[in-house]
């Protein structure tokens, strides 16, 4: 077991003030693979008076400069990606291959993206042609703290911490306490990019410390924070005092409308999508909203796939699940699993308890529940592991009735091969985002949510232009120039 303990703070590694001792616990085995410790007010004050006084003069970098920075920060991790991979497997139990080529590969992604969208910034220019003397000026909005979640946790560090320095802030981290070590690395490769200090730091810490820290501290300007919805509420009310930004990207109960039409793949990609990461992810296509001519089969067809899908060692390669990341977690989703049953669905794949063979570690058995009302816990409710509920409709105003009906809006998906049904589907849906077909969104696309799922904008040019404030000038003097 190695130890972390150390902060991140103003260029250089520094001892907790007040050490609280904090074990990392690898969900495969359910032993403790590290030691960090969880910062104290002292330890925030430092970090925030380190990215305070930095702010100025990163501040006026120009943004060609700040780019030339991240793009060192992707080198680092060229050198150090299967490190990284290792890490988040240990640290939050994704198998290995997953870790590999699915979960650490998010650095590079976003952050090349990021390279490509801060060209499309406009820092300074006309209000419009026929207004020469108004000015439109973007500026970094300044100190901010960025809270991450550990269920993808380079997804969400690259998707804050990136665009805070190209628009020109100062940061203070905050990972979670649950898979601390990936961005543990993450800081080295900023300390190793040459960084200046004071511009990136970072604090462990849990939610009631340091998260309330960050959320309630009068020079922080912005709060940017991924995780459940009741958090996002908490820190909302905690950082209206100082009348700061939050932009939260919260849960997801994603409904997947499967009409007759579909592709012969739809069901199988449907399964897959809403088991993949042992069914850790806020975008997840949970509910599978299925029209009534096909639901037999499609209700055969999806229990299937989920009975053939394996549970295995994380540190083995191979197309597995490996084990949600904690105890907590196990026993909410174990809870779920026993309510979708009391509730009266048809249990048609896994079930509640450890997988057959499994006695060790927090896996899930791939459940899928057919017969499912949307009234029902487990179609409301995000349960956050690898459970399936299938629901029948009749037509397409039903669907969409179906699959509005949730207090969350973060993404939907249509499988249909009509297109103009497609697009009526897609403007009809409350939802930030709506996939369909299997088509991913492309590069710079933003990822965020409607209603309780948040109205965080992440990625491309929307990513950078939350972390910037608009200026307004007249009277500009364009002669000037």
């Not at 990284?84 to 993206?113: F, R, V, Y």
């Not at 369909?436 to 990513?463: H, I, Q, T």
């Amino acid at each position: 077991m190695t130890k972390h303990t150390d902060f991140y703070i103003n260029g250089a590694w520094v001892s907790p003030s007040s050490p609280r001792p904090c074990d990392v616990i690898n969900p495969a085995t359910e032993e403790a693979c590290a030691t960090i410790s969880l910062g104290d007010q002292a330890d925030t004050d430092a970090a925030v008076k380190a990215a305070s006084d930095a702010f100025p003069a990163w501040a006026a970098t120009p943004p060609a400069e700040r780019a030339a920075y991240v793009a060192k920060i992707l080198e680092q991790y060229n050198k150090r990606e299967d490190e990284m991979a290792q890490a988040i497997c240990i640290e939050m139990g994704a198998p290995i291959d997953l870790a590999l080529k699915s979960q650490a590969t998010c650095l590079p992604w976003h952050l090349e993206n990021f390279l490509d969208a801060v060209d499309e910034v406009h820092w300074d220019r006309p209000l419009r042609d026929d207004t020469p003397n108004d000015r439109i000026i973007m500026e970094p909005i300044g100190v901010v703290g960025l809270i991450t979640p550990w269920n993808w946790p380079m997804n969400q560090v690259t998707l804050k911490v990136i665009p805070a320095l190209l628009a020109g802030c100062t940061i203070v981290l905050k990972p979670s306490e649950e898979a601390p070590l990936s961005s543990l690395l993450f800081a080295e490769f900023v300390h190793d990019a040459g960084v200046p200090a004071g511009v990136f730091n970072l604090v462990n810490g849990d939610g009631q410390g340091v998260g309330t820290q960050l959320s309630t501290h009068q020079d922080v300007a912005m709060i940017s924070f991924t995780g459940s919805t009741r958090a996002g509420k908490a820190i909302s009310r905690a950082a209206a005092e100082t009348l700061k930004r939050v932009t939260l990207e919260l849960g997801g109960k994603g409904a997947n409308v499967i009409f007759a039409d579909a592709d012969p793949k739809a069901v199988k990609r449907g399964v897959l999508h809403c088991m993949q990461n042992t069914g850790q992810s806020c975008n997840a296509p949970t509910r599978m909203l299925v029209e009534q001519s096909i639901y037999d089969r499609v209700v055969d067809e999806a229990a299937e796939v989920a009975n053939k899908m394996k549970v295995g060692p994380t540190s083995e390669s191979g197309r597995h699940l490996g084990p949600v990341v904690n105890k907590t977690q196990w026993d909410k989703i174990q809870a779920m699993i026993q309510v979708g049953i009391d509730e009266g669905a048809r249990l048609v794949a896994g079930g509640p308890g450890l997988p057959e063979g499994v006695n060790r570690g927090y896996y899930i058995r791939p459940t899928v529940f057919a017969d499912v009302t949307n009234d029902m816990d487990i179609a409301q409710q995000e349960i956050f592991g690898p459970v399936l509920s299938i629901i029948p409709f009749t037509d397409e105003a039903e669907a969409i009735s179906i699959a509005n009906d949730t207090a969350y809006g973060l993404t939907n998906y249509v499988q249909t091969a009509d297109g103009a049904r497609r697009n009526r589907m897609a403007r009809a849906l409350k939802s930030g985002m709506v996939e369909m077909n299997g088509v991913d969104r492309a590069a710079g696309s933003p990822f965020g949510g409607m209603k309780m799922s948040g109205r965080a904008r992440e990625g491309g040019l929307w990513g950078i232009e939350e972390f910037l404030e608009v200026k307004a000038v007249s009277g500009w003097d364009i002669a000037a120039e």
